[in-house]
């Protein structure tokens, strides 16, 4: 039995947050099951998640994910801190390992701004349900190594918000470059990645075209290099 599998996501720090980006395509076995599906999500105000591996149960484990922080800052008047949103994930992906075990595996990439410590954190998760800090960047999924590759050569310290951007977008580019589940920017079906940043101010998403223009971008950099085909 086959079902729809997320691919890429990546996530990175920069000066004033985080940006994390996703590809927009899901595979059965070596089929493309669909073009459009979205990866990247607000977990609230301050916080986002992507995910990877078995799509539909992805997506419910984050609906669920959102109304468990909902309902606890409604009761407490206040915002889950930082630590405890990743903790609240850690067990959720605990609690799904019986079904990762019969092939539905479930592994999410965390992060948002603390508004503790007043900087953006990057939380990685295991099929267990064990949750490690990134120091500045990382990426899951199928085409997650290259993604990873692309990030390692090419960020910086105090980048920009439109740099990170950037190289988020050309992470995923590589990474759909090298494997064939992750999808890259479709400019002829105009289909792009999800792209979201959360700083002080909180989450906030990229538009199409904004997105749009900074794969573009991406891709006509490459050109020049003489890298794209």
């Known amino acids: ?23 927009r395509r899901a595979t059965e076995g070596n089929f ?8 990247v999500f607000a977990a609230d105000r301050y916080s986002v998640v992507g995910i990877a591996g078995a799509a539909g149960p992805a997506v419910e484990m984050v609906r669920l994910f959102q109304t468990q922080l909902e309902h606890y800052e409604k009761v407490e008047g ?10 609240q994930l850690s067990q959720m992906i605990r609690a799904n390992l019986s079904m990762a ?5 479930i592994v999410p990439l965390f992060a948002g701004w603390d508004l503790q410590r007043k900087t953006g954190r ?21 085409g997650g190594k290259d993604a990873r590759t692309t990030i390692k050569l090419g960020i910086k310290e105090e980048m920009s918000r439109t740099d990170a951007v950037s ?23 105009g ?17 199409d075209t904004e997105v749009a223009a900074a794969s573009q971008a991406v891709i006509t950099l490459k050109r020049s290099a003489g890298e794209a085909q």
């Open 167 to 189: 190289l988020a977008i050309s992470a995923l580019y590589e990474a759909a470059d090298e494997d064939s589940a992750t999808g890259g920017p479709d400019l002829i079906r």
């Open 191 to 207: 289909i792009y990645p999800i792209v979201a940043t959360v700083d002080r101010t909180g989450f906030s998403k990229l538009t």
């Open 32 to 39: 493309i099951a669909h073009r459009r599906i979205e990866k």
């Open 78 to 87: 206040v915002n889950l801190s930082l630590e405890g949103k990743a903790n």
């Open 122 to 142: 990057i939380f990685t998760y295991d099929v267990t349900g064990g949750r490690y800090e990134e120091v500045a960047y990382h990426a899951i999924g199928s």
């Open 101 to 105: 075990m019969q092939g539905l595996v």
């Open 1 to 23: 039995m086959t079902f729809p599998h997320g691919t890429t996501i990546a996530a990175l720090r920069y000066a004033d947050g985080i940006v994390m980006a996703g590809d």
